[in-house]
């Protein structure tokens, strides 16, 4: 109303005294958060130059190696030296790529040179990221008969894995508009977007190769698909280990993960390779394979027959050629029992997972939804959840936690069991409930509920939790495992 009574000149000088102040704020404002994140960023990198991992076991004739790639590159970027480094040894090697990448729209936009892409570009994009693949995998000296393409869709499996278990319930791609696999060169042509699908895929590839070391990306990486390819290569490594037919080779065999996205991971500034400083002293054993200069360049000269993704990304996929290559491992967890009533509350906890924290501005910003730690203990009834946030839970953080329960046979629900918490309401969910004290949230799941069929408990319960300020993400924690 102040505006309507001004006369345009007026208005005109006064907008323009209101810009000329405002958008120098918002710049330095902007500029400022940058400079801080990136100064931490640098300290904390700084702060653990000193920090030296173990050695990796060294590759030799007997290893054969499994990696599982989310896309056509993410081999290269965190497996080429070991690859490489195996094949050289005599040992034997296998790549499995679970999506082609046929979800990138602006590279497929770039190829295209036209803005409307359709479809069949998609699906004809794939077709050259795995021409790609092969060319780089072969440059490293693994023979094309030596790697796999499931053909599962890009930007599509944490979906799957959440809510399109059933092949009556496929996921869409929305950049292809399949539901099923369109490659024939797919090791099951036309297989059903769903969870049942990629799980029994990933089973057939460790059966069929036996490994001795398994490769895949670390469920906290920030993207969905690398923390869902963990996740079905994490049960699927666990159920043929319980097959009596693979007693021989599955038992000693080892999963380690390797790590693409976390924030502004990798730093720029260090040629050896080091976890985010964030992540170094959680839950992951970090060890590390010093790859010889010959390996590196290997490693550089691979990576240049991804030319779709260097010329979107080129200077995030440099930074994976370092001299060195680490790679994580995870304990197992099992659900503590409580034995008696008379235990002490905080001692009837186990850890299922340890989360980074202040580790972005966000995140430094609302402690209240800024995830600490996940715990969990089991009585005859109930599994007790416990999440940690790092400062008081707030009232305008929204938190999310999903379970997915597997039984001895590997059923499972359609969808998974998603729990919206907030401070304020009671859970809808019949028959949970919540407690909130202090950091923490507290619930009570029956164990009815996390029944797969009726009258079977679970034996496996994947859990995951993500924290909103609005429709803004505040922090997720990936998919790990509870076994009963
Ligand atoms: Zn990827």
């Not at 030596?146 to 278990?165: K, T």
């Not at 938190?399 to 998974?416: C, E, G, I, M, Q």
Request: charged content about 20%; aromatic content about 10%.
């Amino acid at each position: 109303m102040f505006f309507a009574r001004l006369s345009s000149p007026k208005r005109f000088l006064l907008w323009s005294s209101v810009t000329a102040v405002a958008l120098p704020c918002v710049y330095v404002g902007n500029a400022s958060a940058r400079y801080y994140y990136h100064h931490n960023a640098l300290y904390r990198n700084q702060a653990q130059s000193h920090l030296v991992l173990p050695k990796f076991t060294t590759p030799t004739s007997q290893t054969r190696l499994l990696v599982f790639a989310p896309h056509c590159d993410d081999d290269i970027l965190g497996c080429a030296g070991i690859i490489r480094e195996t094949l050289q040894a005599g040992g034997f090697v296998r790549v499995v790529t679970i999506t082609n990448g046929d979800g990138f729209r602006t590279a497929v936009q770039q190829q295209e040179k036209r803005f409307r892409v359709e479809p069949k570009d998609f699906v004809r994009f794939a077709e050259q990221r795995q021409q790609e693949s092969i060319a780089a995998l072969e440059n490293l000296g693994l023979e094309k008969k030596n790697i796999a393409f499931l053909g599962y869709p890009d930007r599509g499996l944490l979906a799957i894995w959440n809510d399109h278990w059933s092949p009556k319930q496929p996921f869409t791609s929305r950049y292809t508009r399949c539901t099923q696999c369109p490659y024939p060169n797919a090791p099951r042509p036309s297989a059903v977007y769903c969870g049942e699908s990629i799980l029994e895929d990933v089973e057939a590839q460790l059966e069929a190769f036996r490994p001795t070391q398994v490769m895949v990306t670390h469920p906290s990486d920030d993207h969905g698909d690398h923390a869902a390819a963990a996740a079905f290569v994490q049960k699927a490594f666990r159920r043929v280990q319980q097959e009596t037919r693979n007693r021989d080779w599955a038992a000693t065999a080892n999963l380690s993960f390797y790590l693409i996205h976390r924030g502004e991971w990798p730093p720029k500034n260090s040629t050896t390779l080091l976890p985010p400083p964030e992540m170094a002293p959680l839950d992951t054993e970090w060890r590390s394979l010093v790859l010889s200069p010959a390996e590196t360049t290997k490693k550089r000269t691979s990576l240049a027959f991804h030319s779709t993704q260097l010329a979107m990304s080129g200077g995030f996929l440099t930074s994976f050629v370092r001299s060195n290559e680490i790679f994580g491992e995870l304990k197992p967890f099992t659900v503590p029992v409580e034995e008696s009533v008379q235990t002490r509350p905080d001692q009837k906890f186990g850890t299922v997972l340890l989360s980074p924290i202040s580790d972005n501005l966000i995140r430094s910003l609302q402690g209240g939804g800024d995830i600490k730690a996940i715990s969990a203990y089991r009585d005859a009834k109930q599994l007790h959840l416990k999440l940690e946030m790092r400062q008081s839970i707030a009232r305008q953080i929204r938190y999310v936690v999903r379970l997915r329960a597997f039984d001895s046979k590997d059923h499972t629900t359609p969808r998974s069991i998603t729990l919206f918490l907030n401070a304020v309401s009671a859970l809808k969910a019949s028959g949970i409930s919540k407690r909130i004290q202090g950091n923490t949230i507290e619930l009570d799941i029956p164990l009815s509920r996390l029944e797969t069929r009726t009258g079977t408990l679970p034996q496996t319960i994947a859990i995951s939790a993500d924290t909103y300020l609005a429709s803004l993400e505040i922090d997720k924690t990936g998919i790990r495992f509870m076994d009963f």
